[in-house]
């Protein structure tokens, strides 16, 4: 079934599912919408040519609403089994899929907690925020003080859920935030600069940490694995 601007509707991934013990996310910075549906559909079949490979239990492919970038979002039993494949299970990591999407060596995360989580309703749109962070420690302590910060509030209309992920070095935090609609996103930023900006103010208050931004997503082509 075909969807907005070329995408393909396909289930979401469970993303706090409790076998997932590691998480693999690449995003290929595309530059324009024509080269973003090329990258996607080529790395769509790519991944269609063949079943998941041993320990992976899913794999999402998802466009940016701008037109500009392609995100990979890979969820494995845990990194060793992804390393087990990387080292002898598939082709190697060299070579263009499509112009401006190349094979490389995707980042390493772990769901660390899970947040303002409203279940049983479906994700229509995919906020990508990410954070340079210093070190683990830093990452956590970032993570910890958003969660109890908003304990407790209200989710804000659309607002289903944010999956915070840790690099395994530590040098980054990544929120998988999860909106019923785009504008449903936009709302809560506007509501979020009228109310004085919390959120901001919280994340200046922390030691080691640097946002780097938001990008929102679209899901393309979700390929699952065995049930959780």
């Given at each position: 079934?075909?969807?907005?601007?070329?995408?393909?509707?396909?289930?979401?991934?469970d993303i706090s599912r409790a076998d997932a013990g590691a998480v693999l996310i690449d995003q290929w910075d595309v530059g324009t919408r024509e080269r973003q549906r090329a990258g996607a559909a080529a790395l769509a079949r790519l991944w269609r040519s063949a079943p998941l490979p041993g320990g992976c239990l899913s794999r999402n492919l998802y466009v940016s609403d701008d037109g500009t970038a392609v995100l990979a979002y890979e969820q494995w039993r845990s990194h060793e089994a992804y390393r087990r494949?990387?080292?002898?299970?598939?082709?190697?990591?060299?070579?263009?899929?499509?112009?401006?999407?190349?094979?490389?060596?995707p980042a390493a995360?772990?769901?660390?907690?899970?947040?303002?989580?409203?279940?049983?309703?479906?994700?229509?749109?995919?906020?990508?925020?990410?954070?340079?962070?210093r070190d683990e420690r830093a990452a956590r302590a970032l993570v910890d003080g958003l969660i109890e910060e908003f304990a407790g509030a209200d989710l804000p209309g659309g607002g289903l859920a944010s999956?915070?992920?840790i690099a395994?070095?530590?040098?980054?935090?990544?929120?998988y935030a999860e909106f019923t609609d785009a504008a449903s996103h936009e709302a809560?930023?506007?509501?979020?600069t009228r109310g004085g900006n919390r959120l901001g103010s919280l994340i200046a208050r922390m030691d080691g940490v640097t946002p780097l931004g938001f990008r929102r997503y679209t899901l393309h082509t979700g390929v699952p694995g065995a049930p959780v």
């Open positions: 079934m075909t969807g907005p601007a070329g995408t393909t509707e396909q289930q979401h991934p494949f990387a080292e002898t299970g598939r082709p190697p990591l060299t070579g263009e899929v499509a112009p401006g999407v190349e094979r490389r060596e995360y772990r769901l660390y907690r899970t947040g303002l989580t409203a279940r049983g309703r479906t994700p229509g749109s995919i906020v990508i925020i990410r954070f340079d962070t999956h915070f992920h395994v070095d530590g040098s980054r935090m990544l929120n809560v930023i506007e509501a979020s």
